[in-house]
T-cell receptor
Framework: DAKTTQPTSMDCAEGRAANLPCNHS???????VYWYRQIHSQGPQYIIH???NNETNEMASLIITEDRKSSTLILPHATLRDTAVYYC???????????FGTGTRLQVTL | NAGVTQTPKFRILKIGQSMTLQCTQD?????MYWYRQDPGMGLKLIYY???????DKGEVPNGYNVSRSTTEDFPLRLELAAPSQTSVYFC????????????FGDGTRLSIL
């Protein structure tokens, strides 16, 4: 899997949009960008993934640059329950390990 | 919607004891995985399976064994527990093919004393 780089931590006010960036400059053509989060003491939770087009689901939006070297996860209206560590992972989506780096610790505050 | 279920949630073992961590999924997923997560670290793959009767080693398989006799179940066995195996263990599953996310259970917290 291609290496990804994320900021160590971010803060966001409740109700505002949280924009979490990720760099993946060495991503290969068959690797998708996946986002997971891990709320304290729980298992990783799948959020969204994409290849080259922007994606949106009930949880978040994913914006991928045209050159695919970076992406941004957007939580449109962050709540306190969105406080978690967010992981950006480049992966082919086949039966192989997911490489979880250190992720971004998002703190949502009142 | 149960998803991936792991039991037990917590366990304390003595050095040298053995135990089996249970994992079952009700999504009819072909692929299943076992990861461990040490404090402050990312997840490391222990073993995975692409279907009943087929298993393969991940990054850190030493000290563990697995079997996959059914699509639903993927138990992980520790034969001789060691303090280095103190960790949180996560089971995950995904459906066949590319472009498929893995879905995780809530983990088993294991302490070896």
């Amino acid at each position: 899997d291609a290496k990804t780089t994320q900021p160590t931590s971010m803060d966001c006010a409740e109700g505002r949009a949280a924009n979490l960036p990720c760099n993946h400059s060495t991503i290969s053509g068959n690797e998708y960008v996946y986002w997971y989060r891990q709320i304290h003491s729980q298992g990783p939770q799948y959020i969204i993934h994409g290849l080259k087009n922007n994606e949106t689901n009930e949880m978040a939006s994913l914006i991928i640059t045209e050159d695919r070297k970076s992406s941004t996860l957007i939580l449109p209206h962050a709540t306190l329950r969105d406080t978690a560590v967010y992981y950006c992972i480049a992966h082919t989506g086949t039966a192989s390990k997911l490489t979880f780096g250190t992720g971004t610790r998002l703190q949502v505050t009142l | 919607n149960a998803g991936v279920t792991q039991t037990p949630k917590f366990r304390i073992l003595k050095i040298g004891q053995s135990m089996t961590l249970q994992c079952t999924q009700d999504m009819n997923h072909n692929y299943m995985y076992w990861y461990r997560q040490d404090p402050g670290m990312g997840l490391k793959l222990i073993y995975y399976s692409v279907g009943a009767g087929i298993t393969d080693k991940g990054e850190v398989p030493n000290g563990y064994n697995v079997s996959r006799s059914t699509t639903e179940d993927f138990p992980l066995r520790l034969e001789l527990a060691a303090p280095s195996q103190t960790s949180v263990y996560f089971c995950a599953s995904s459906t066949r093919g590319t472009n498929q996310p893995q879905h995780f259970g809530d983990g088993t917290r294991l302490s070896i004393l």
